[in-house]
């Protein structure tokens, strides 16, 4: 889940507001708003109230990971010195807060599941940059390009470690349930990374919409899902609420990943911080490529033809082109605006009240709030 | 820890009996028997016990992570056809059982802990195995020789993942302490191994005693110390009984690394499986090596210039001769026969009963059982 292209704009039309206007009750209440203000008052103060458990767990590691963590959170120049601090924009934190306060939980009770939460997602971000090979996130240089492959392995493995202890130091009634899932989750992840490098590998047009669409549920779902879950789970809900919780997260999750590969494609450089069609030239098995080579048609073929080299400079516009002619775009829209209506239905039917429901919509409407 | 290494040999010296023989009550009992045979039977009955579970939670994985995982327990082989499995010797889970029996603990209550235990020794396997290029474990292709970098590292992500979910779904009322307790064990295991290979990349004679003391503590002791720990734990011990079965583990497990680095030197490779001098021709800056670097004789002199130098044909035997008469085997040899002394007064601080204690000593003689 590339967290840098994330973005508020005020006024910016959003995949909630302009394809899925009727399908789900309209955010409302007396915070709510169409511009993501309201989602970006819910990531702050979510941020705060995790930061210091979360920069206590990471305190106690001894010197060495230490330094890796601290680096990777943003709290530390490679050099060891002060940073002001760039972890990111603590989503899945402010997921489970949400989802607490949504079922009648106390918001306070859940901040170390919130961090527990958190501490996954950047073990999973530490591993995945060692396997991807990439070198830059959050505007900073990785933790393996800094520190080698072994010390950002290993603060990896100690990040999910310190999760998992979190929790079990917690005493609350929900802490081992909580732990169970996370867990379970994380195989989630490493299953959705496996599939994903394992694709890397493959010819484009052998692998099919399914794989790349399950691949993407496990992958970037499954930890928005378990978020949610996490934070019904401390509020004390039942079993059908809490799969109902993890149900809109990872549909939600999913809307995220379909406008984050459309934004790949189409979006604007200077908002997403990617030049425009970054992933084409990377010949990136994305969602609406594997849609388009899928489609049968003759731009289909034409786009199969392209993949199979490596980008040369120049056809760059024709395979734009032939992934919007080939229906790559339309269809990833309607996915997104499909899984978004889903990401709605569930939350609903959990949380019937649409002023508990408000801070979950505003944050799914965050994650997939994007100018296509 | 090489376990390949560990065997037993009817009647072997061992340094328990050979160095230790009036620092601590000789093993006695019904079943003690100074040839090993009580701890190969307490290992069979702990592997018996704890596989099932075991075996369960790997077959628990999604499809190619649980073929990795499957290979590396040796129960499939590379092309996934049933292999008879060899899955190690199980010195954690038997640690975990024993102390709970000594504890007046329900062995059988432990078994998830057991398990545990010996999926976190699993997942560090797999990812040391990728950091150190190894390639041979158990007789067998490392993981990441047969599936990758990435299928290896996530293959132990996800045994991590298991470890914490047997605890956190296991009802006995010390899982979570257990999970804390373990979570805190990966960081430490984590620590050892960063500390492992910084180490590789300096100068020997840069490095001091005290380093490689702390990092083997971490990479070896800490685990077998957690699992001693997790054992008292479940059989409901006060935590000064836990803390002396965790430092009756570290030592153990210290002695243990430091004969381990001994037959590195100088063992019988029909024996250990390793040609005798492997660790010196690698320029391995094992416990002795440090030592003899240490001891500021001309001897020491003479290793330090050899250790510059990549190993060339026929300076084998002059390095060996080096560190034996800079006092390298000595040193070691005694600080192993120390460190068992140590290991067996904690274990007397809280398991005051020879027949009680009998198992946890047997298994500390069999991992420090070597032919000199």
Redesign the interface.
Known sequence: MTETRTQTRAGARTVGEVLVPEQGPAPAGPHGSPDGQEAVVILDRARVSVEPELRRAVE???G??RRVALHHFGWEHADGTPAAGNAGKAIRPALVLAAAGALGGQRTAAVRAAAAAELVHN?TLL?DD??DRDTTRRHRPTAWTVF????A??????L???A??L???DPHPA???A??RL??C???L??G???D??MERRAPDDITLDEVLAMAEAKTGALLGCACALGALYAGADDEDVAALDAFGREAGLAFQLIDDVIGIWGDPGRTGKPAGADLMARKKSLPVVAALASGTPAAAELAELYRLPYRDGDLERTVVAVERAGGRDWAQTQAADRMARALGHLFRAVPDPEAAEGLLSLAEFVTRRTS
């Open positions: 106690s590691l001894p060495p990971l073990f591993h060692v396997m080698g492959d072994a010390d392995v290993l603060a990896g493995d100690s999910q470690a310190l998992h202890r929790l079990a130091e802490s081992a349930a732990s169970a867990a379970g994380v195989v989630e490493c299953a990374q496996q599939a490098t394992a």
